[in-house]
């Protein structure tokens, strides 16, 4: 096989982006067949032998893609002294073949939770990653208090932050009783009941952009789960748990700018919503259901799941086939 440069090789197995490679190999991080690399080393994926930090890198490994559920509090990082814990250790070892070195694609806050994934496939990665390919995240945002409209109004015009503007990526929304129903018993440990759970996504990247944003307009961000990348979602993965990606999720998030199939029996992205209190699983938690045989949407600010207008004094338009009492006055 030709020869390529040495920082082309780490990136093309997960090490690092080209230029985080390059620093790796400046730093005198790496070896190539036993002596210390240089830049401008050029290596032979299939016979080089090297090494970053004296542990073999896998040029050869099969290429690997996982989904991990990642606690709170375990850091993001594959290595840290500081650490008791770090992502590599939930990873069973069925799932990582032998010389497979993986790393996270992208970061999630060690004080935050949610769905991670993890590769030695630097190009694939790198169309995950890089903001012109333009894949979303999705977080579920718990708060104590309820948002008011104005905190509302400031959350989607942008939040000014030391790195520019910082805005949402789709309209702010509350989340259903079935979404957080769901998402609650994936969690460990189990939230405060009292907590008000909203959905937000990013396609920015910047670093606890989302504490940031709800910190600015003063609502403390009390527990942040990552809850869909692209078209992957945590669906059905506990804390802790991790699985291999299927073929059409690895073909998707590589593609980039793929929306993720949309569930036609959820209501749709037009209008207000009224947020989901995180309650356990159990008979009549599911809130007011559509009237029988109407077919209609829910209108503006009847439910959850719409997007939160955060427009103070807009009229509120009735609801059909319902009465003022099963809805409770808008905070």
């Keep these: 096989m030709p020869e390529e440069r040495l920082q082309k090789i780490l990136a093309a197995v997960g090490v690092a982006s080209r230029r985080a490679a390059e620093a790796l190999i400046a730093e005198g991080r790496v070896t190539l067949n036993g ?114 409209d104005e905190q509302v109004r400031v959350l989607l015009g942008g939040v000014a932050l030391e790195e520019g503007l910082a805005r949402l990526a789709a309209p702010l929304r509350g989340a259903t009783s079935v979404e957080t129903r769901k998402l609650v018993g994936l969690l460990d440990p189990q939230p405060d009941p009292s907590f008000t759970w ?7 990247g910047w670093k606890r952009q989302l504490r940031r944003m709800f910190a600015v307009v003063g609502a403390p961000v009390a527990r942040l789960v990552r809850v869909r990348i692209g078209i992957v979602r945590i669906d059905g993965l506990p804390s802790g748990r991790a699985r291999n990606l299927k073929a059409p999720e690895i073909r998707g998030l590589g593609a980039g700018q793929i929306r993720p199939r949309v569930d036609p029996k959820a209501p749709d992205a037009a209008g207000s919503a009224r947020p989901a209190k995180a309650h356990p699983a159990g008979p009549g938690r599911s809130g007011p259901r559509r009237p029988a045989g109407t077919g209609a949407p829910r209108p503006l600010g009847s439910g959850p799941g719409r997007p939160v207008t955060g427009r103070p004094g807009a009229p509120k338009k009735g609801v059909v086939g319902r009465s003022r009492k099963d809805y409770p006055p808008a905070r």
Excluded: C, M
Excluded at 52 to 75: M, N, Y
């Design 35 to 148: 002596r210390v690399a240089r830049l401008g080393d050029h290596a032979d994926p299939d016979t080089a032998s090297i090494e970053v930090d004296g542990i073999p890198v896998g040029v050869g490994a099969a290429l690997v893609h996982l989904a991990l559920h990642k606690p709170a509090g375990v850091t993001s990082t594959t290595a840290d002294r500081h650490a008791v814990a770090t992502v590599l250790d939930y990873l069973p070892t069925a799932l990582v073949p032998d010389g497979a070195r993986l790393y996270p694609v992208g970061r999630l806050d060690q004080d935050s939770e949610g769905l991670l994934l993890l590769t030695n496939d630097g190009p694939w990665a790198e169309r995950v990653l890089h903001p012109r390919f333009g894949v979303e995240r999705e977080y579920a945002v718990a708060v104590r208090v309820p948002l008011t």
């Design 198 to 204: 909203y959905r937000a996504v990013l396609a920015q």
